[in-house]
């Protein structure tokens, strides 16, 4: 038996619970890990308060992240002792989590720990960190180097923001952070911010072409937001989307695409392949400043999941939640 966070689904309605489960029920795979760290993103919470239809099996183990040692391994890839951490995969949604001391997993979808976090470090991280990581990567890719121009950071206090203003700062950026958190702007400059925005500019329905602004976009909020955002991207700027806080709508049109050449590229997280798992995680370890991670978590005991995944949906968390198994 092992402790975990617990949803369950019947007629009578939905439960979250801290409990002891069965290791007898943990899905197939061929790695068993303790966890020693987890961590809460949008999507735990959506799960743990029942939001959202994120959870496609029940009973669910919550947690789409871990990090932790192997105790047990069939895959020619890893050995007990090894550290790892795991992203997605729908682990969380179609099989169980990592909001417990165990979870069994698939060996193909580990990443060796960097040597440069700890198993608490990494789950300040966590999916969240790991894809503002990969919009970094989209808007390289796109030719976005320092000193282009301002960056746009939207949903700045949430935990694909925090880290997405911590690293491009860092990088050599000049970056503008958007929140609805007025009383957050020191955290935010702290963070590496030069200018901190009201949402609310963004937040309404605007024009389909406004002044051009920004070099990039990080957009974690989507709908009129992520709309605004393309309308006042600079010619030929770039625009990486990951999520969908104020909807998952894109009430827009064409016209920043066709008269200024603005790219939209979309980032996923959850199937993201391997190599492209490796890399976020390895340019993590060197470019985000360790001291400005720590300013951004919370470590919190499993015993405590539930009520601040409540907390998140209510508003009233910023950066990272951290949990320790």
């Known amino acids: 038996m092992f402790k975990a966070v617990l949803l369950e689904k019947s007629d009578a309605g939905f439960q979250a619970s801290l409990r002891s489960v069965d290791e007898a029920g943990l899905p197939p795979g061929d790695v068993l890990i303790q966890v020693e760290h987890s961590t809460l993103n949008y999507k735990d919470a959506l799960a743990i308060t029942n939001k959202s239809p994120v959870v496609r099996q029940w009973p669910m183990v919550a947690g789409i992240d871990g990090a932790g040692v192997v105790l047990e391994s069939s895959h020619p890839a890893w050995k007990p002792g090894d550290r790892v951490v795991h992203n997605g995969w729908g682990v969380g949604e179609t099989r169980w989590g ?48 320092p000193g282009d121009g301002d960056v746009l950071v939207t949903g700045a206090t949430g935990g694909v923001g925090s880290v997405a203003v911590a690293l491009l700062s860092r990088l050599g950026h000049r970056v503008t952070a958007a929140t609805g958190k007025a009383s957050e702007a020191d955290y935010l400059r702290a963070l590496g911010a030069a200018e901190v925005i009201d949402r609310a500019e963004l937040a309404a329905p605007g024009k389909p072409l406004q002044k051009e602004r920004w070099r990039a976009v990080v957009d974690a909020v989507g709908s009129h937001t992520l709309v605004n955002a393309l309308a006042q991207t600079r010619y030929g700027g770039v625009v990486a989307a990951c999520g969908l806080a104020q909807g998952f709508d894109l009430p827009g049109t064409v016209m920043p695409f066709i008269l200024r050449g603005v790219t939209l590229a979309g980032v996923d997280s959850v199937m993201a392949p391997i190599g492209a798992r490796r890399e976020a995680w390895a340019r993590l370890a060197t470019d985000l400043d360790p001291a400005r991670l720590a300013a951004i978590t919370e470590v919190v005991p499993l015993d405590q999941t539930i009520a601040k995944a409540q907390g998140l949906m209510q508003g009233k968390v910023r950066g990272r939640i951290v949990v320790k198994i």
């Open 98 to 145: 990592c909001l417990g001391e165990r979870a069994r997993l698939l060996g193909d979808g580990l990443v060796a720990l960097p040597t440069a976090f700890s198993t608490e470090q990494a789950m300040a991280i966590g999916t969240a960190g790991y894809t503002a990581m990969l919009c970094v990567l989209a808007l390289e890719r796109h030719g976005l180097a």
